[in-house]
């Protein structure tokens, strides 16, 4: 079976630090570029970054930038986001995604059900 | 950064009803825009990217259209399950951004 699958997520006080990670399965997880985007409470989707299959490029939200670091390992079939420097303005559900196989579009066709982080 | 601004915040249809959904980009996104349908504590699921292709697996009553800076979506004859909230987001260039969301409910 296809899946993504978060964890990692928590309380946290402001200016603390939570790594998330990403188990993958059922695919080539190496040869695609993955996703972090998060969710406030009641609120819409947001981007947070992206990183190509080889992890020799990334891009960051302006957001997160300097702050956030996200990386992988394909032996291991698992992403990672690590957060630094944590505020209110972090809490959120995190969702992994999966790149969109067979095309050059930077839309997402497969999502983890997502890690809850709360800063407080 | 791009803005994707989504009208209306709440569509209110009644089931077998259609649906029109409006998306709208700060500046000429081409047809890279993707929309997304979430469903209240589920991940996102992909329906349409490249403006107008259809997702693997998902039914031909979903359908998107536009270009440039425009974008619509179409759901024809609702079904139970499509009451949920509705995303775009372009995929032109970065930062990925998305819309703020159009809720369609039960009428």
């Known amino acids: 079976e296809v899946q993504l699958v978060e964890s990692g997520g928590g309380l946290v006080k402001p200016g603390g630090s939570l790594r998330l990670s990403c188990a993958t399965s059922g695919f080539a997880f190496g040869i695609y570029s993955m996703t972090w985007a998060r969710q406030a409470p009641g609120k819409g989707l947001e981007w947070v970054a992206t990183i190509v299959s080889s992890g020799t490029s990334i891009n960051y939200a302006d957001s997160v930038k300097g702050r956030f670091t996200v990386s992988r390992d394909n032996a291991r079939n698992s992403l990672y986001l690590q957060m630094d420097s944590l505020t209110a303005e972090d809490t959120a559900v995190y969702y992994c995604a999966r790149r969109i196989a067979g095309t050059q579009l930077w839309t997402m066709d497969l999502w983890g059900q997502g890690t809850m982080v709360t800063v407080s | 950064e791009i803005v994707m601004t989504q009208s209306p915040a709440t569509l209110s249809v009644s089931p077998g009803e259609s649906a029109t959904l409006s998306c709208r980009a700060s500046q000429s996104v081409s047809s890279k825009l993707a929309w997304y349908q979430q469903k209240p504590g589920q991940a996102p699921r992909l329906l349409i990217y490249g403006t107008s292709t259809r997702a693997t697996g998902i039914p031909a009553r979903f359908s998107g259209s536009g270009s440039g800076s425009e974008f619509t979506l179409t759901i024809s004859s609702l079904q139970s399950e499509d009451f949920a909230v509705y995303y775009c987001?372009?995929?032109?260039?970065?930062?990925?951004?998305f819309g703020g969301g159009t809720k369609v409910d039960i009428k």
């Open positions: 987001q372009q995929h032109y260039n970065w930062p990925l951004t």
